[in-house]
């Protein structure tokens, strides 16, 4: 017989076996003892954690007719046709190769058919995100009129990506990673029976390179076993996964703690030219570091991995303080975000074993500087710039005209090339009320701190001016910044679904407007008539923007005096 890989050897047949989801099992368990079964199920989580064994359990389950509190019994001709996938009553579907309208239809049309041989008919469709828009519209017309035993399966590690239309049809369970300790009982109990000889050492390095997945740790395994000698050693598990040893570990982070840069940057070279991945090694650093914390904090959790805490491990955890310890994690997780996007991991290692070489004080007071000597050549920049316009309008105008030259001044400021949405903005206004305003305001923080961090930089210099039930006008400090937000449909929908999350049976179109604009606007608005009586403009204290600019308030003259002070002296013809 040809060879097998242990993940579908050990692939689970009954419920029991799934590992590290208990009250997943269970609850399907009582569902079928108690014959509540639901049309259709949701299975959500990582890869490798068990949500297609589950579903295939489930069907034989439900179908088996010797089943025992819930669970199959493997034995009768119905769980065998179902496990060897050749029950025709129960379809396993791949949606990424089968992700079109068509497909879904044939499956609407054949779901209209009692099953022949089984109680209940099953539709397992794994991947199910991968689904187009018009499959998921067709797939929805028979979820809200499921026929009589038919079951829908769907699994999918991207839930994000299915409408909230199917989620709500469904019975969704969330998957989770499984435990590093749950992995290694259960590899323990698969090399045991296999009659393979390990070490201890070696399944945990298996167990954390798996990430939380059951069928990702079985297949390192087999990695591991056809790299042996007979036996699964430590060695073996740090070769095959690219991990760090302990002693590895120790002798880089030793030399950060002794602030030996060169002796660092020198074992990190090593490391990398005997193979090891940059990215495995980043997460094995910043797991040392962890147990570094956790053995000064609560000793007593990290007995489990008592063979592997050397001396020099011990060692350093006495003598580290633990702002650097906090120092480190954090310098090696924003290396990891940042290894992520480049193709010159290297770089970037060894940046950040300089910086974990570094206190974390003088790394503070190093990027202090920087940001201080940024701002100073920022300022210096726009001081001359200021400098030379003055120059040039004393040179062009005749002494006293410095009100004169105002003008031509404002007239080149208000050139823009963004194109106010004035259409937009009315019809906002024409139904726009305080209360939805008020609500959208009470909301503004937590909006701003739902947004990615370069969307919440851009909605940060803004301000939600009216409000109705369809849109919400929000007006930018900077032009710059509502132009891009415009152009920014990613944004926009962000925005629109956020607001729709955070305040019930309101989904807002966002209009974007510079701040300058707004009372122009809202006055054009109010004497062209359009206002209707459902429609509240909330006033605020602006006349100031609309009212003409005295020269003495000119934004140009303003910062002459800002720069040059007592020294600064404005003439009127």
């Given at each position: 017989?040809?060879?097998?890989?242990?993940?579908?050897v050990?692939?689970?047949?009954?419920?029991?076996?799934?590992?590290?989801?208990?009250?997943?099992?269970?609850?399907?368990?009582?569902?079928i003892?108690?014959?509540?079964?639901?049309?259709?199920?949701?299975?959500?989580?990582?890869?490798?954690?068990?949500?297609?064994?589950?579903?295939k359990?489930?069907?034989?389950?439900?179908?088996?007719p010797?089943?025992?509190?819930?669970?199959?019994?493997?034995?009768?001709?119905?769980?065998?046709?179902?496990?060897?996938?050749?029950?025709?009553?129960?379809?396993?579907?791949?949606?990424?190769?089968?992700?079109?309208?068509?497909?879904?239809?044939?499956?609407?049309?054949?779901?209209?058919?009692?099953?022949?041989?089984?109680?209940?008919?099953?539709?397992?469709?794994?991947?199910?995100?991968?689904?187009?828009?018009?499959?998921?519209?067709?797939?929805?017309?028979?979820?809200?009129?499921?026929r009589?035993?038919?079951?829908?399966?769907?699994?999918?590690?991207?839930?994000?990506?299915?409408?909230?239309?199917?989620?709500?049809?469904?019975?969704?369970?969330?998957?989770?990673?499984?435990?590093?300790?749950?992995?290694?009982?259960?590899?323990?109990?698969?090399?045991?029976?296999?009659?393979?000889?390990?070490?201890?050492?070696?399944?945990?390095?298996?167990?954390?390179?798996?990430?939380?997945?059951?069928?990702?740790?079985?297949?390192?395994?087999?990695?591991?076993?056809?790299?042996?000698?007979?036996?699964?050693?430590?060695?073996?598990?740090?070769?095959?996964?690219?991990?760090?040893?302990?002693?590895?570990?120790?002798?880089?982070?030793?030399?950060c703690?002794?602030?030996?840069?060169?002796?660092?940057?020198?074992?990190?070279?090593?490391?990398?030219?005997?193979?090891?991945?940059?990215?495995?090694?980043?997460?094995?650093?910043?797991?040392?570091?962890?147990?570094?914390?956790?053995?000064?904090?609560?000793?007593?959790?990290?007995?489990?991995?008592?063979?592997q805490?050397?001396e020099?491990?011990?060692?350093?955890?006495?003598?580290?303080?633990?702002?650097?310890?906090?120092?480190?994690?954090?310098?090696?997780?924003?290396?990891?975000?940042?290894?992520?996007?480049?193709?010159?991991?290297?770089?970037?290692?060894?940046?950040?074993?300089?910086?974990?070489a570094?206190?974390?004080?003088?790394?503070?007071?190093?990027?202090?500087?920087?940001?201080?000597?940024?701002?100073?050549?920022?300022?210096?920049?726009a001081?001359?710039?200021?400098?030379?316009?003055?120059?040039?309008?004393?040179?062009?105008?005749?002494?006293?005209?410095?009100?004169?030259?105002?003008?031509?001044?404002?007239?080149?400021?208000?050139?823009?090339?963004?194109?106010?949405?004035?259409?937009?903005?009315?019809?906002?206004?024409?139904?726009?009320?305080?209360?939805?305003?008020?609500?959208v305001?009470?909301?503004?923080?937590?909006?701003?701190?739902?947004?990615?961090?370069?969307?919440?930089?851009?909605?940060?210099?803004?301000?939600?001016?009216?409000?109705?039930?369809?849109?919400?006008?929000?007006?930018?400090?900077?032009?710059?910044?509502?132009?891009?937000?415009?152009?920014?449909?990613?944004?926009?929908?962000m925005?629109?679904?956020?607001?729709?999350?955070?305040?019930?049976?309101?989904?807002?179109?966002?209009?974007?407007?510079t701040?300058?604009?707004?009372?122009?606007?809202?006055?054009?608005?109010?004497?062209?008539?359009?206002?209707?009586?459902?429609?509240?403009?909330?006033v605020?204290?602006e006349?100031?923007?609309?009212?003409?600019?005295?020269?003495?308030?000119?934004?140009?003259?303003?910062?002459?005096?800002?720069?040059?002070?007592?020294?600064?002296?404005?003439?009127?013809?």
């Amino acid at each position: 017989m040809a060879y097998q890989a242990l993940y579908r050897v050990w692939r689970s047949q009954r419920f029991d076996d799934v590992v590290g989801q208990k009250a997943i099992t269970q609850t399907l368990k009582n569902a079928i003892d108690q014959n509540q079964i639901s049309h259709a199920y949701l299975f959500t989580g990582p890869r490798g954690t068990g949500k297609t064994s589950a579903a295939k359990i489930f069907a034989k389950a439900i179908n088996c007719p010797n089943q025992v509190n819930g669970e199959p019994c493997n034995e009768c001709d119905m769980c065998r046709s179902i496990t060897a996938g050749t029950q025709e009553d129960v379809i396993e579907i791949d949606a990424a190769s089968n992700n079109g309208v068509e497909e879904i239809r044939f499956i609407r049309d054949r779901a209209n058919y009692a099953p022949t041989q089984a109680e209940y008919k099953v539709y397992i469709i794994d991947e199910v995100h991968m689904l187009s828009t018009g499959a998921f519209n067709a797939l929805l017309k028979t979820l809200e009129e499921p026929r009589k035993n038919v079951v829908f399966i769907l699994a999918t590690t991207e839930p994000h990506k299915i409408p909230a239309t199917i989620i709500s049809r469904t019975q969704r369970f969330d998957f989770k990673r499984i435990n590093t300790q749950d992995i290694v009982g259960h590899l323990e109990t698969v090399l045991t029976t296999s009659e393979i000889n390990y070490e201890a050492e070696a399944l945990q390095i298996i167990a954390r390179a798996a990430e939380g997945g059951m069928r990702d740790a079985l297949s390192i395994t087999d990695q591991a076993i056809a790299f042996s000698d007979g036996t699964v050693t430590t060695q073996d598990a740090l070769e095959v996964t690219g991990s760090l040893s302990y002693e590895m570990m120790d002798r880089l982070m030793q030399a950060c703690g002794e602030k030996e840069v060169a002796d660092a940057l020198a074992t990190l070279r090593e490391l990398l030219a005997s193979g090891k991945e940059a990215r495995r090694l980043l997460e094995n650093l910043l797991v040392y570091c962890r147990d570094l914390l956790m053995y000064q904090q609560a000793p007593q959790l990290l007995s489990e991995k008592s063979l592997q805490l050397t001396e020099a491990f011990q060692t350093l955890a006495k003598i580290t303080p633990p702002a650097k310890i906090y120092h480190w994690i954090t310098v090696l997780n924003d290396t990891q975000n940042e290894v992520r996007f480049t193709n010159n991991p290297t770089i970037y290692l060894e940046v950040a074993v300089v910086k974990l070489a570094n206190d974390p004080e003088s790394a503070a007071v190093a990027s202090n500087s920087a940001d201080n000597s940024q701002e100073v050549a920022q300022l210096r920049q726009a001081l001359q710039k200021l400098q030379a316009e003055v120059q040039r309008l004393q040179e062009n105008r005749p002494t006293g005209a410095v009100a004169e030259t105002t003008a031509p001044v404002k007239k080149t400021k208000a050139t823009t090339t963004f194109r106010l949405p004035k259409e937009r903005v009315f019809q906002v206004l024409k139904s726009a009320t305080k209360k939805d305003l008020a609500n959208v305001r009470n909301v503004w923080d937590d909006l701003l701190m739902s947004l990615s961090v370069t969307q919440r930089a851009m909605l940060h210099s803004s301000e939600a001016k009216a409000a109705s039930e369809s849109g919400v006008v929000i007006a930018f400090d900077y032009e710059i910044l509502c132009q891009r937000a415009s152009n920014d449909q990613e944004f926009q929908l962000m925005i629109h679904n956020q607001l729709s999350r955070m305040i019930k049976d309101y989904a807002p179109q966002a209009v974007f407007i510079t701040k300058e604009s707004w009372p122009t606007l809202r006055q054009e608005f109010l004497a062209g008539g359009q206002a209707t009586e459902e429609s509240e403009i909330e006033v605020e204290q602006e006349e100031t923007e609309a009212a003409p600019v005295e020269p003495e308030n000119d934004d140009l003259v303003t910062k002459a005096q800002e720069l040059f002070g007592e020294l600064t002296s404005i003439e009127e013809n």
